[in-house]
């Protein structure tokens, strides 16, 4: 059995800054000797080299493949501020404004835009082409322990061995298999269909 990603679904998000700095120099995996981004619009292309020659130039290698979007980033969440909206005056019972007191106002809280980079969707949309699609896999999964929002899921194989893999906002997860027979199996083979009915739970 060669190594490959069976089921994969990514809601990764962090931040492009880090994203950048995180393949700065990265631990990557034998097969690949470096790593190629490329921008097109709001789309992140991150695609693999490989270390051997026996693999085409003309073979597309994996790539990882992500939307660049703007979010705004308080420095102080609104939530967390004190106090309400600032007012020049406030209305006592008899619904007269009352001069003598007034709120202190309140600064709006300082923010900035930041451009995420966004793993999305299903293994053909965040993981792309077959040739080192496993050791770019791998660097997901890294990458996934840098990410602070989102989750990463997973059933792959490494020789012999079936994983299942879950990442939850940075931190590596328990995750395990389940096999069962598919009941609907019309052909009355007793084999079970395990690419069709694997589940990943915690």
Sequence with gaps: ??????????????????????FEDPDLPPEVASID????????IISAEPTEDNISKYTPTAQ??????????YEEEPEDRPGGRATGSTSGSSG??????????VEPPKSELVEYACFKGDRETVLQNTALQYPMFEVLCD????????ALTAIAAAD???????VVEG???????????DPSDEDGESGVDWRDNEFISD
């Excluded at 939307?67 to 705004?72: A, F, K, L, P």
Aim: glycine content about 2%; hydrophobic content about 35%; overall charge negative.
């Design 64 to 73: 990882l493949k992500a939307s660049v979007t703007e979010n705004r980033v």
């Design 160 to 166: 012999e061995d079936l994983t299942a893999v879950r």
């Design 96 to 105: 007269s404004p009352q001069w003598g007191s007034f709120q202190e106002e």
């Design 171 to 181: 931190e590596r997860r328990p995750a395990s298999l389940t096999v069962t027979e």
């Design 37 to 44: 981004i490329t921008r097109r619009n709001n789309t992140l």
């Design 143 to 150: 990458l996934a322990t840098a990410a602070e929002k989102g």
């Design 1 to 22: 059995m060669t190594s490959r990603v069976y089921r994969l679904h990514s809601t990764l998000e962090l931040p492009l800054e880090d994203l950048y700095d995180f």
